[in-house]
């Protein structure tokens, strides 16, 4: 099995928060939400993208159903900013991970986070490890409680659907 210090960094926090991480190393590079779901035989949807953007100048992790992507202006609204997307340096100093393998946790310190209300729909969600080629099992419910993050949409769509309102 291979070893990559992000990716233990990352077992040895999701075991000091109560999981026992089964670490999945693919054959190869997982950068896109479409290429994990094709390595692992799942939707798309149940790919919890990890993307680190700037709320205000401040680094947040929006943890998003791979099915689709998040609405940059709407959710800075909603949250009270603007939100941009951070540059590869941001993401590496902010989590200890490179794009394309950043995982929910075993960042150098907590990172402000939101878990796309999307993932919900699904029973099992697979998250990256900290590297490219590593993803783990988890739940929507689990990536709340091991970020300490909150459940929000990440575009009007998925509120309006949640209200009751729309078409």
């Known amino acids: ?3 990559h210090p992000a990716v233990e ?3 040895v926090e999701l075991r000091r928060l109560g999981i026992e991480p089964e ?3 693919l054959d190869g590079a997982a950068t896109t939400a479409q290429s994990a779901a094709e390595a692992l035989g799942i939707g798309v949807g149940q790919i919890a993208n990890s993307l680190i953007f700037l709320l205000d100048d401040a680094p ?3 943890l998003t159903s791979g099915a689709h992507r998040v609405d940059t202006a709407w959710l800075g609204a909603q949250l009270g900013g603007t939100i941009g997307r951070a540059s590869k340096d941001v993401v590496k100093q902010a989590t200890g991970q490179t794009i394309g393998g950043v995982a929910p ?3 150098p310190s907590p990172v402000r986070t939101y ?3 999307a993932l919900a729909a699904h029973d099992e969600v697979w998250a990256a490890a900290g590297h490219p080629r590593t993803v783990f099992r988890t ?5 709340v409680r091991l ?3 909150t459940s929000s949409p990440v575009e009007p769509e998925a509120a309006d659907a949640e209200s009751g309102e729309g078409a």
């Open 1 to 3: 099995m291979p070893s």
């Open 60 to 62: 947040v992790l929006v």
């Open 105 to 107: 946790v075993g960042h």
């Open 139 to 143: 739940s929507f419910a689990e990536l």
């Open 9 to 11: 960094k990352v077992a």
């Open 23 to 25: 670490v999945r190393w």
């Open 147 to 149: 970020t300490g993050g």
């Open 115 to 117: 878990v796309d209300t």
